[in-house]
């Protein structure tokens, strides 16, 4: 799963910087005034700083639901262990206690 999102992260990465640079080059060669190209350069940069805050939520969303999800898992864990370290040890107590009772009575004889 951790590769999963490292690739993820990698391929967003990767896309973003392929973005700006495809953007920054066809604003650059286009055939129009200065301030034209400010102006689009301008509308873009706030288009693409709305979709990377739109991204940056989605991954936060979906982090905070990774998380919950493994605490649970984490918690399901942990008390599954409990419950079975608890009948292991009242297992563990009961034959102490018959070997106590039978070490007893061998005594008494």
């Known amino acids: 799963m951790a590769d999963q999102n490292s690739e993820f992260g990698s391929f967003l990465a990767g896309f973003l910087i392929g973005s700006l ?3 920054a080059a066809a604003l650059l060669l286009a055939p129009q005034s200065g ?3 400010r102006t689009l350069i301008r509308e ?4 693409l700083k ?7 939520e989605e ?8 998380i919950e999800e ?5 918690l ?3 008390e599954e262990a409990r419950v079975k ?3 292991v040890l009242e297992e563990q107590k009961a034959k102490l206690d018959a070997m106590t009772r039978k070490s007893q009575g061998t005594k008494s004889i």
């Open 85 to 87: 370290a608890v009948a």
């Open 50 to 56: 709305d979709k990377a805050a739109m991204t940056a």
């Open 44 to 47: 873009k940069s706030i288009e």
């Open 70 to 74: 493994t605490r649970d898992r984490a």
């Open 35 to 37: 301030e034209e190209t």
């Open 76 to 78: 399901s864990a942990i």
């Open 21 to 23: 640079a495809g953007a």
């Open 59 to 66: 991954t936060r969303d979906r982090a905070e639901k990774l």
